[in-house]
């Protein structure tokens, strides 16, 4: 089996039995298909590749990416590796020898009371369904301290129920409850707007809905941009 069928089954294995979301298997995708394309290129493979070649990898990654960024790499070949030994298709696992890179964290930047007012009266202020939404990206991330992933992958059925809280799914698809208090931005829109809604034309209704609504794909980059972009505009700065 090609090292690709082997990647393909492991990542089968992280979605079937630990609920891995899209976006960290696509990750996984891209890392483990630079790994084994650092091979092919020696004329090795996954399947015979030793400490010594996973080492070598490592030293080609620091001159390309950050440390967090191999570490992370580091993260999905030992987890690929250990697949391998525990299916049978290896007899070991080079990545126990392998030391974990050292990284640092940088402190998160925090915004003060008067930038935080600025960033909501701003998108509050932006016309027409793009001001929607990004009010309701805007309020919502304030008001709950979300992931910015979870944030863009909240479907509808997010707020059903008790409208105080919202149900989010984040990492290993587990559901928590968040409190969101007043900050009902759906309900306030959908009734500020229950008129226009039933008078709407399909065409139009598709277009308010999307600006109403938090993506119901998951992870957007467009919608990182926007947050990025709205507060460099509003406070000159850039949230970590």
């Keep these: 089996m090609s090292d690709q069928r082997h990647i393909e089954a492991f990542l089968e294995m992280l979605v079937a039995e630990r609920g891995r979301a899209r976006l960290t298997i696509e990750a996984y995708r891209r890392d ?6 650092f091979l092919a290129r020696r004329g090795g493979a996954a399947t015979t590749a030793d400490s010594d070649a996973i080492r070598d990898y490592l030293s080609d990654l620091a001159a390309r990416v950050t440390p967090a960024t191999s570490a992370r790499r580091l993260s999905a ?5 250990r697949f391998l030994f525990a299916e ?4 070991d696992d080079p990545t126990a020898a392998i030391d974990s890179p050292r990284t640092t964290r940088p402190l998160p930047k925090l915004l003060s009371e008067d930038e935080v007012d600025a960033l909501l009266e701003a998108a509050r202020a932006t016309d ?3 001001g929607l939404r990004l009010a309701a990206l805007v309020e919502l991330i304030y008001a709950t301290g979300l992931r910015v992933s979870e944030l863009v992958g909240l479907p509808l059925a997010a707020v059903r129920g008790d409208p105080r809280f919202i149900v989010v799914r984040g990492k290993g698809a587990k559901a928590r409850r968040v409190p969101v208090g007043e900050m009902n931005w ?3 829109i959908v009734r500020n707007n229950a008129e226009r809604l039933s ?13 109403i609504r938090i993506a119901t794909e998951p992870y957007r980059d467009g919608d990182v941009y926007v947050i990025r972009s709205h507060a460099r505009l509003c406070i000159g700065t850039k949230p970590g």
Excluded: I, N, Q, Y
């Design 77 to 81: 070949l030992r987890g690929f590796h």
């Design 88 to 91: 049978g298709v290896r007899s």
């Design 32 to 37: 483990l298909a630079d790994f084994t394309g």
């Design 199 to 211: 008078a709407m034309s399909t065409d139009e209704r598709a277009s308010l809905d999307e600006a």
């Design 128 to 130: 027409g369904p793009k």
């Design 186 to 188: 759906l309900a306030r």
